[in-house]
C-alpha cells in the first residue's frame, strides 16, 4: 500500500480497525477488497484507499499538517452502539458528537472527531464518515467476521464506490 497517495489523491478512504479482533477489521477489509478490484486503476485512479488500521489521527493529522486538499475524504469505521442492529450501515453526521464524546467508542475517540471537522473547515473536503455496527469484537484475537458483519462488507464496498465518483466542477 502506497500510503503517499492520501496526499495527491482526490478522494481518500480511510479503513479503521484491528483486523486481529473480528468484526473490527471490516475497515481495512475493505479498503483491501477495494483496492484489490479488476477496475481500481481505471475506475478510481483517483482514490486513495487506506488501510488506517487503528492509526487514524496521525494520518488525519499529517493529512491536515501537509496542506493536502482532497475534494473527499471517507472515513469507514465499527460501531459498538448497542441500540443498532448488527451489520447495519450508516452514515454519521459529522456535527452531532464534541469531540469529548466517547459514545459508541468508535473513531478512536477525540481527537478524531476535530480532525475531520477541521478538513471539512479548513481545507474544504467533503468528510463522510460511514460506520457499521458490530456483531462480534472477541476479547482475544480472532480475525473471523461475524456473519452480520460479513453481509455488511458488500454494502460498505457498493456504498464507497459510490462516494469515490465525483461530480464533474
Do not use: K, Y
Amino acid at each position: 500500500m502506497d500510503w503517499s497517495r492520501m496526499f495527491a489523491a482526490d478522494v481518500v478512504v480511510f479503513g479503521c480497525g484491528n483486523v486481529l479482533f473480528g468484526d473490527d477489521g471490516l475497515g481495512p477489509l475493505a479498503m483491501a477488497e477495494l483496492a484489490a478490484a479488476p477496475d481500481a486503476a481505471t475506475a478510481f485512479g483517483h482514490a486513495a484507499f487506506i488501510d488506517a488500521g487503528t492509526s487514524i489521527r496521525p494520518l488525519l493529522l499529517d493529512l491536515t499538517l501537509c496542506g493536502a486538499r482532497p475534494r473527499r475524504v471517507v472515513l469507514v469505521d465499527v460501531v459498538q452502539e448497542p441500540e443498532r442492529e448488527p451489520g447495519s450501515l450508516r452514515e454519521e453526521d459529522l456535527d452531532a458528537r464534541s469531540d469529548a464524546d466517547p459514545a459508541g467508542g468508535f473513531l478512536h475517540h477525540a481527537p478524531t472527531w476535530g480532525l475531520l471537522r477541521r478538513l471539512r473547515d479548513e481545507a474544504g473536503t467533503e468528510v463522510i464518515v460511514l460506520t457499521v455496527q458490530a456483531g462480534r469484537i472477541p476479547e482475544l484475537m480472532d480475525d473471523a467476521l461475524s456473519p452480520e458483519a460479513r453481509a455488511a462488507l458488500p454494502r460498505v464496498v457498493r456504498r464507497v464506490r459510490e462516494l469515490c465518483r465525483l461530480r464533474a466542477e
